[in-house]
């Protein structure tokens, strides 16, 4: 049985989010052949209708309010429920990101509906659909099923393919008008941080630093590796904990999830926490001093040394590749 399926486009500084055409590709199983519908909510998000078409929606709807400038749990999910009441999804699609995990359990237990969160593959298609998501710290998948009722499902970045960009697919895009009235939380500023560039949990390539890193300072290697790699520094929570970087870098339990195509761990001893947000990444490359180091048990590629000298000669090779 083929069905109609919802997906959340996010948006993020006037431009589309990857995991929005992640989020499409996930609909597009889920649907069996069946319609998709995007939902983009914003102050001014009618120009971003048509990229989510040529990913794979079939058709967009709008809600342009100026209270969904800026994200917030009350705005968005007034703003949401009201599409999802009006369109009668079979399923509904999220990332799961910082806002999907905020808004994907208000809207589904509004709906007294199943949620799947962090699901990283689909199997089977339409009524057959099972997700996969990992459980256990990643240590352990588990498949699973909504038996009745709405699925809302959240889609961990950088798993599911994005559907080949085509620029002749076309349309219907419609807008919605919603009072949106009772808010709890006014955002009034967001200042963002100095440290923030390529976003960590959407990044193909990630250069991690641990407490082998020693300072504020020796991230400074890493920060131009993964410039010149064009990827995101993160971090252990040894390094965060220390003082050398924002927490915000941190990755692992406690921290970011990330999954990108390249993870270079440097001076990270590979506690089981810190593989909690990264194992699933497709390639580890770890560098430590010690041979010992728990790190080199998930790593595809280990470089025993001293960090300070093989970040700058890895930078130095990729510079010469790519020139
Ligand atoms: P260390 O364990 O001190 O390792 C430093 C490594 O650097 C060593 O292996 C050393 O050999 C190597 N090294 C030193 N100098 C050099 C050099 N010059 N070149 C190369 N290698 C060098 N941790 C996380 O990361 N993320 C989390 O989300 C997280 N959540 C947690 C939640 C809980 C409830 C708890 C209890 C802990 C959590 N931790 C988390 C902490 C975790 O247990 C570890 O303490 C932490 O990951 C260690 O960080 P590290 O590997 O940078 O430091």
Request: with cysteine.
């Amino acid at each position: 049985m083929s069905k109609k399926v919802i997906v959340l486009g996010e948006a993020r500084e006037g431009a589309l989010r990857n995991v929005s055409f992640e989020a499409i590709a996930a609909a597009k199983k889920i649907s069996g052949g069946g319609e998709i519908v995007a939902v983009l909510l914003g102050d001014s998000v009618q120009s971003l209708a048509t990229e989510m078409i040529h990913y794979g929606a079939d058709r967009v709807v709008t809600v342009e309010h100026p209270h969904l400038k800026i994200y917030t749990s009350d705005g968005y999910s007034q703003a949401f429920m009201a599409v999802v009441e009006g369109e009668s999804p079979d399923a509904v699609v999220f990332g799961h990101t910082a806002l999907g995990k905020d808004l994907s359990p208000k809207v589904a237990s509004k709906l007294k509906s199943g949620l799947i969160s962090d699901v990283t593959s689909i199997e089977g298609e339409g009524s057959d659909a099972v997700f996969v998501r990992p459980i256990f710290s990643g240590k352990a998948f588990e498949k699973v099923k909504i038996k009745d009722g709405i699925d809302f499902i959240t889609v961990r970045p950088n798993n599911i393919e994005p559907l080949a960009h085509d620029d002749s697919r076309t349309g219907d895009v419609s807008s919605v008008s919603v009072d949106i009235k009772n808010l709890r939380t006014i955002i009034k500023e967001v200042v963002r941080k100095s440290t923030e560039g390529v976003d960590l949990s959407e990044a193909k390539v990630i250069v991690a630093g641990g407490r082998g890193v020693k300072s504020e300072a020796g991230f400074e290697p890493l920060n131009e590796l993964a410039r010149v790699l064009g990827g995101a520094v993160g971090a252990s929570r040894g390094a965060c904990d220390a003082d050398y970087c924002d927490y915000s870098l941190q990755i692992g339990q406690t921290g970011k999830v990330v999954t990108p195509d390249l993870y270079i761990a440097a001076g990270i001893s590979g506690a089981i926490q810190h593989l909690a947000g990264m194992s699933n990444s497709k390639i580890i490359v770890a560098i430590n001093k010690d041979s010992e180091a728990s790190i080199f048990k998930v790593a595809d590629y280990g470089i025993v040394g001293d960090l300070f000298e093989v970040i700058p000669m890895l930078t130095e090779e990729f510079k010469k590749m790519k020139a």
